[in-house]
């Protein structure tokens, strides 16, 4: 777990930014916090269309599983207005207890699936939870790669054994 | 294992920190200890109190008047008619006027203090992305030195709803968001600004802000009736006259209770009828679902049925805060900077001498 978490940190060292690509919201159902399922053209080339539709679809369905308005979601609710919501300062809502999970998930699976791929997830709590924003990286020492203006070269060495990019 | 690289990495970070129109101060050096909370440098027009964990809109003179209001008033019935009821009838009133009392300022100061619903500013990378959205969807933008208001529809529940682009924080504004002019925020399923209690009322408070409404309601009538209760008790005793001498504090009760009860028995009752039908101030005023745009115009938020939209309204689940005011910027974060002159900053790794 250790190494995999240090690739993660060598990757926002060592690969330039590329670009970013941002997942909106979908809307249709409401005010419920859903984003859209649709492929975005600039990952064609990144990762598979079937591991980026079901990363999307378990995020929609654990903040479905947030918002849900069910017995248990109602009796919080009462719990909390009999004791004037005094009970908040010291218990933790259903709601928080999900984006911690749902945060546990997005590391997963930049580890395991995106972080490889060149990819990284940014958790929709960071961004206001409007977009999932997916940063796109430029290996530094890939020939013809489009970054848009690496810094001189950072001291660090990458994993990819790459050395200073050079621009 | 690749050395650490912190402080050549750090002068990278640094070195963009600087650029742009971001207010917050950039860490040069791992030993400078002057790290700052996200609520120092937040861009809305509010006021931060508690290092942070206190939010309220910028006027405040008039949430001072309502709680100055509610402490004498109260205090007054505690200290003056308390006394002799709970002898002459039963110490049961000043237990449940203790209760009220405390039940209203509980949710007074949660809805005053807490986030209602704030929507952060789009980042500049954000802000970049939807406005080449919004060119390609436009043709190249019109002649005109402001190009036409930025609109989406989506179709929520069978209804066209139209998302409008909010210029201030260059996001496109979830549907029932507003942005408010006086705390210059987007705010999540918008109610209305309240000046009374110093806040805007939003999705994170409004049931906060009802139960205020409907228990300062029940305060204020069970005030009245037992100060009224007290003065004719008395004057069965000593006459009118002297009832209101022996009791003065009752004669100012009385007159404050008396002409805040309409307002506030009347508020509630809007508000019940607004929980009940899932609408917003903002959408009843407006006329967004009325029948009189159109025969097909529905409220498609709407559960159906008034139980359920009042038991989401007020059981419902909360969602935490999205601002995160009290973090502490972190030096390659972005920060959303308010006027994005078209320069984009793609994140922590471009170099300032490419500008």
Known sequence: MATEVHNLQELRRSASLATKVFIQRDYSDGTICQFQTKFPPELDSRIERQLFEETVKTLNGFYAEAEKIGGSSYLEG?????????????????????????????????????????????????????????????????????????????????????????? | MPPGGGPMTDCEYSQISTHGSSPMESPHSKKRIAARRKWEVFPGRNKFFCNGRIMMARQTGVFYLTLVLILVTSGLFFAFDCPYLAVKITPAIPVVGGILFF????????????DPGVLPRATPDEAADLERQIDIANGTSSGGYRPPPRTKEVIINGQTVKLKYCFTCKIFRPPRASHCSLCDNCVERFDHHCPWVGNCVGKRNYRFFYMFILSLSFLTVFIFAFVITH???????????????????????????FFSVWSIIGLSGFHTYL??????????????????????????????????NCCVALCGPISPSLIDRRGYIQPDTPQPAAPSNGITMYGATQSQSDM
């Open chain 1, 78 to 167: 009462c719990l909390a207005c009999a004791t004037a919501y005094f009970i908040f300062l010291c218990m933790e809502t259903h709601y928080e207890k999900v984006l911690k999970k749902i945060s546990r998930y997005i590391q997963e699976q930049n580890e395991k699936i995106f972080a490889p791929r060149g990819l990284l997830l940014t958790d929709p709590v960071e961004r206001g939870m409007r977009v999932i924003e997916i940063s796109i990286y430029e290996d530094r020492c890939s020939s013809g790669s489009s970054s848009s203006g690496s810094s001189s070269g950072s001291g660090s060495s990458s994993a990819g054994g790459g050395g200073a990019g050079t621009r």
């Open chain 2, 103 to 114: 039940f209203v300022m509980g949710t007074l100061l949660r809805t005053s203090f807490s």
């Open chain 2, 231 to 257: 003065v004719i008790l008395r004057s069965q005793q000593t006459g009118f006259l002297n009832a209101l001498k022996d009791s003065p504090a009752s004669v100012l009760e009385a007159v404050v209770c």
């Open chain 2, 275 to 308: 929980i009940s039908s899932n609408q917003t101030t903002n959408e009843d005023i407006k006329g967004s679902w009325s029948n009189k745009r159109g025969k097909e115009n529905y409220n498609p938020y709407s559960y159906g049925n008034i139980f359920t």
